[in-house]
């Protein structure tokens, strides 16, 4: 069984501010692992994924996340958040020998100015 | 512009209606997948579907019933739905059914149910 827990509903941050937004992981495999964003009335858009190989993954719109096998964490980070990051973040996991993308109950980031 | 284009963007039926949501994918993809997404819950997987063959039918109600008539559309048939159906229908695509490839999203259809 795999399983995808987002601790935080929300995440506030002022902008120029670091974003970090966390996410916790269970599998029973080699996990696959997947950032999404949902702006309002819109569908997720793919951020960035794991794989295998360096544990520091960058993606789209100066997002990257960390893997970290040990604490089966994959965190979404960016340096400098902007007032247009404000969105529905969704962490998801595959295990892989599995085809289902199982997701989080997604985390609420708003940027202020 | 995510490649896959779902219509209606929105829905208002009634219990005893019939309406469908239509899915099609310019991406040349060979799987494809219907989630519910309910408000503050992860989203549902509904059915997968992989060139044109069911792959997963998730222990939903019969009220809800696929089609893949080719791998670039899909169709989601609705009759006699109750009012905890409304929700976010969300298609998406993949490359395959298995493996690393990400999904891609449309932008789904808000169903409301009288």
């Known amino acids: 069984a795999q399983s995808v827990a987002q601790p935080e509903d929300q995440v506030n941050v002022a902008e120029g501010n670091p974003l970090t937004v966390k996410c916790t992981y269970s599998v029973s495999g080699n996990p696959y692992l997947f950032w999404y964003v949902q702006y309002p009335n819109r569908g997720l858009q793919f951020l960035l994924k794991?794989?295998?190989?360096?544990?520091l993954v960058k993606g789209s719109y100066g997002f990257e996340a960390e893997f970290n096998k040990s604490q089966t964490s994959f965190h979404l980070k960016k340096p400098s958040a902007l007032v247009s990051d404000s969105a529905l973040y969704f962490c998801a996991v595959r295990d892989g020998d599995d085809y289902k993308l199982s997701f989080g109950a997604g985390t609420t980031v708003t940027v202020r100015a | 512009e995510t490649g896959v284009t779902q219509t209606p963007r929105h829905l208002v039926m009634g219990m005893t209606n019939k309406k469908s949501l239509k899915c099609e994918q310019h991406l040349g993809h060979n799987a494809m997948y219907w989630y519910k997404q309910s408000a503050k819950k992860p989203l549902e997987l509904m059915f997968v579907y992989s060139l044109e063959e069911r792959v997963e039918n998730n222990s939903v109600p019969s009220r809800f019933s696929p089609e893949c008539p080719n791998s670039s559309h899909l169709f989601l048939h609705l009759h006699t739905l109750q009012p905890e159906d409304s929700a976010l229908y969300l298609c998406?695509?993949?490359?395959?059914?298995?493996?690393?490839?990400?999904?891609?999203f449309g932008d789904g259809t808000r169903l409301s149910i009288l």
């Open positions: 794991y794989i295998t190989g360096d544990n």
């Open positions: 998406a695509s993949s490359q395959s059914w298995q493996g690393a490839q990400p999904q891609h």
